[in-house]
Antibody, heavy 115, light 108 residues
Framework: QVQLQESGPGLVNPSETLSLTCAIS?????????WSWVRQSPGKGLEWIGD???????NYNPSLKSRVTISVDKSKNHFSLMLSSVTAADTAVYYC????????WGQGTLVTVSS | EIVLTQSPGSLSLSPGERATLSCRAS???????LAWYQQKPGQAPRLLIF???SRATGIPDRFSGSGSGTDFTLTISRLEPEDFAVYYC?????????FGQGTKLEIK
């Protein structure tokens, strides 16, 4: 059974960088899958942030592309999200998920951008 | 980007009734790469349908998906109490992948 678990700070200061990690169990980050980040906020609903493939190839949502980096750590079997220059509009529940028809999802982690 | 519009925004039905949810795309969805998710309060979305009509692992057969091109439908044949939730469609045929705004299925 594949399980994903997000972790990272729940509070980030405006203009700083949001950093989250998704730990994978029951699968390998090097398997033939895309590994994705999705966020959900009351104002914008569900929004795909981007994804990364086993070979390190990435795709990002153009609306966030200038601020997003997704990377993989094969030794720790996890992948990570960095979102720079955050504002209050980046406050959301952040999910990691496997694939492009997302299955499964992590439980999600609320990140609030506030000073 | 492909905009997905779901209708209705909310739907009030009773257990045992049939639910029909619609998702319309602003452009044709490549290879019918259309998924449906169920989300309950405080939980992550759960994949129900992928490829427009294929049920995900463990999903009861009362859930079915249909459609192609720009018009897709999720049907729940006989509503169970646990089916009352918010449902989202998502296209993954063209980046950026996008979601509909959701349909809230409420108990009447």
């Amino acid at each position: 059974q594949v399980q994903l678990q997000e972790s990272g700070p729940g509070l980030v200061n405006p203009s700083e960088t949001l950093s989250l990690t998704c730990a994978i169990s029951g699968d390998s980050v090097t398997s033939t899958n895309w590994w994705s980040w999705v966020r959900q906020s009351p104002g914008k609903g569900l929004e795909w942030i981007g994804d990364i493939f086993q070979n390190g190839g990435t795709n990002y949502n153009p609306s966030l592309k200038s601020r997003v980096t997704i990377s993989v750590d094969k030794s720790k079997n996890h992948f990570s999200l960095m979102l720079s220059s955050v504002t209050a509009a980046d406050t959301a529940v952040y999910y990691c998920a496997r694939g492009v028809a997302f299955d499964p999802w992590g439980q999600g982690t609320l990140v609030t951008v506030s000073s | 980007e492909i905009v997905l519009t779901q209708s209705p925004g909310s739907l009030s039905l009773s257990p045992g009734e049939r639910a029909t949810l619609s998702c319309r795309a602003s452009q044709s969805v490549s290879s019918n790469y259309l998924a449906w998710y169920q989300q309950k309060p405080g939980q992550a979305p759960r994949l129900l349908i992928f490829g427009a009509s294929s049920r995900a692992t463990g999903i009861p057969d009362r859930f079915s998906g249909s459609g192609s091109g720009t018009d897709f439908t999720l049907t729940i044949s006989r509503l169970e109490p646990e089916d009352f939730a918010v449902y989202y469609c998502q296209q993954y045929g063209r980046s950026p992948y996008t979601f509909g705004q959701g349909t809230k299925l409420e108990i009447k």
